[in-house]
């Protein structure tokens, strides 16, 4: 099953564990009603895209609250419109107190010279494949106005703000490569929201 209306964070990526931490906290041992999308019942892996219910709260919107999860629209009519509402109201509270991925570094910046342009649901680089014939008729947005409208980031062009890299020097004490061939690895990220 997949929580209809948001994205939680990947296998492998910041706050992964702790989203399924709390997804599990949230249903288990209650009574959980599950209601299926009007238009889209399946993704494309086959599993079922719900809205899930569990001691009366909506798991979906607390897991946006939490800021474990962002808020993931497709279609006009996939979700009623006061969950629409609830979620993008939830993310921009999650936002506000700068919780789980909003915590984390470069979640919100738009990067120097990066140009965002937004579709209903989404938002790109200006020369995304996608959008770049109606770029010019599109308005311009910055990520942070693009996430607190409930839209996410086109998967296609990744406006996404890329993670510094830092140098590991080498050493006698392990087999480092050598100076002119320095290795470059990814940056820990900071998480500054509550858990």
Same mark, same amino acid.
């Given at each position: 099953?997949?929580?209809?209306?948001?994205?939680?964070?990947?296998?492998?990526?910041?706050?992964?564990?702790?989203?399924?931490?709390?997804?599990?906290?949230? *249903?288990?041992?209650?009574?959980?009603?599950?209601?299926?999308?009007?238009?889209?019942?399946?993704?494309?892996?086959?599993?079922?895209?719900?809205?899930?219910?569990?001691?009366?709260?909506? *798991?979906?919107?607390?897991?946006?609250?939490?800021?474990?999860?962002?808020?993931?629209?497709?279609?006009?009519?996939?979700?009623?419109?006061?969950?629409?509402?609830?979620?993008?109201?939830?993310?921009?509270?999650?936002?506000?107190?700068?919780?789980?991925?909003?915590?984390?570094?470069?979640?919100?910046?738009?990067?120097?010279?990066?140009?965002?342009?937004?579709?209903?649901?989404?938002?790109?680089?200006?020369?995304?494949?996608?959008?770049? !014939?109606? !770029?010019?008729?599109?308005?311009?947005?910055?990520?942070?106005?693009?996430?607190? !409208?409930?839209? !996410?980031?086109?998967?296609?062009?990744?406006?996404?703000?890329?993670?510094?890299?830092?140098?590991?020097?080498?050493?006698?004490?392990?087999?480092?490569?050598?100076?002119?061939?320095?290795?470059?690895?990814?940056?820990?990220?900071?998480?500054?929201?509550?858990?």
């Amino acid at each position: 099953m997949r929580l209809l209306g948001i994205d939680t964070p990947e296998k492998g990526k910041s706050l992964y564990s702790e989203a399924q931490r709390a997804c599990a906290e949230l *249903v288990e041992g209650r009574q959980v009603e599950i209601q299926t999308s009007g238009g889209h019942s399946k993704d494309a892996y086959g599993r079922t895209l719900a809205l899930v219910t569990a001691g009366g709260t909506l *798991v979906n919107e607390d897991l946006v609250a939490r800021g474990l999860a962002r808020v993931y629209l497709k279609d006009d009519g996939e979700i009623p419109g006061d969950v629409e509402e609830g979620l993008i109201r939830a993310q921009n509270s999650a936002i506000d107190a700068r919780r789980g991925l909003w915590g984390l570094r470069g979640a919100l910046e738009t990067r120097p010279g990066e140009r965002l342009r937004a579709t209903r649901y989404r938002f790109h680089k200006e020369a995304c494949a996608d959008v770049k !014939s109606l !770029s010019r008729q599109l308005a311009p947005i910055t990520r942070e106005e693009a996430l607190r !409208s409930g839209r !996410s980031p086109c998967r296609n062009c990744l406006p996404r703000r890329r993670r510094r890299r830092r140098r590991i020097s080498g050493s006698n004490d392990c087999s480092l490569p050598s100076a002119d061939r320095v290795a470059m690895m990814p940056r820990r990220e900071e998480y500054h929201g509550s858990r």
